[in-house]
């Protein structure tokens, strides 16, 4: 073989191996064809929310903006649908979730932990009233949303169940559960720190009028579920997220999504 055939046939092994590896852990990337990857999305203030902007769809285009390989597209779902649709292949992924919230047993896998957030009780304020109000549920009526998991009832999320065992009755928006403890309706509500964060800076004549828990019914650790079969894997995702938080492009998208007090994972 000649020397100029030897460099041709390197060349074209190479340009083999680079155009492969650029397709790693992503199922039907051509050129000029970014796979089109769903992503389930249910009502979880801040994360997903009908009333303002949510922190998912900021991160959705964020991803889609810092790679051409895949396109990333919204789907809704509802907390209690969310399995079904997984597994019958309505969505290929969903974000802010952890396998502890019913995905125990099913075909999905979880990514690295990409935020952390937490759940905080809410009460309303009264002069004698102080933390040690909080050390003990029993006793207390407590809202709650339908079809979240919680810490203190076993992540048990069955309506009847929880207002059975705990007193706990679950609503369709913390916004409601909060402005419900404030009139005198129920002792405590249990709502996601993040929300809490952005619903107290658009409502600042609240935050004198409620005692927030030093306590966490639980602390999240956010990370994605992928269906087995997906289009993508865990290790590609990983692999976008790790640069993502290396550029500074994450904490700047929790900054700005006003969840920041949280941040990315240390």
Do not use: C
Not at 135 to 142: F, N, S, V
Not at 207 to 222: C, G, K, M, N, W
């Amino acid at each position: 073989m000649s020397g100029r055939s030897t460099r041709r046939a390197a060349l074209s092994v190479a340009a083999s191996l680079i155009f492969g590896l650029a397709g790693v852990g992503v199922v039907g990337v051509g050129a000029g064809a970014a796979t089109l990857v769903k992503v389930g999305a249910y009502e979880f203030p801040p994360y997903v929310s009908d009333t303002e902007p949510g922190v998912t769809p900021a991160f959705l285009d964020l991803l889609n903006t810092s790679q051409s390989e895949v396109r990333f597209e919204l789907v809704s779902t509802s907390p209690q649908r969310r399995y079904e649709d997984m597994d019958q292949g309505r969505f290929d992924m969903i974000a802010f979730e952890s396998l502890a919230w019913g995905w125990q047993g099913r075909p999905v896998e979880a990514t690295q932990v990409f935020l952390r957030d937490a759940e905080v009780f809410v009460a309303k304020a009264a002069p004698d009233l102080d933390q040690s109000f909080f050390a003990r549920l029993d006793g207390k009526t407590i809202l709650g949303r339908l079809g979240y998991h919680y810490a203190f009832a076993g992540y048990n999320a069955d309506p009847a169940e929880l207002e059975r065992r705990h007193r706990m009755r679950v609503t369709m928006t913390h916004e409601g559960n909060v402005r419900n403890v404030v009139a005198g309706r129920a002792s405590l509500a249990i709502v996601t720190r993040s929300f809490l964060n952005r619903f107290l800076k658009a409502n600042p004549d609240l935050a004198p009028r409620i005692l927030v828990s030093e306590r966490t019914d639980q602390i999240y650790e956010h990370t994605i579920l992928i269906r087995r079969g997906a289009p993508i894997s865990v290790e590609w995702m990983n692999a976008l997220l790790d640069r993502l938080t290396s550029t500074g492009a994450l904490d700047a998208l929790w900054r700005t999504s006003g969840i920041t007090d949280n941040g990315p994972p240390r």
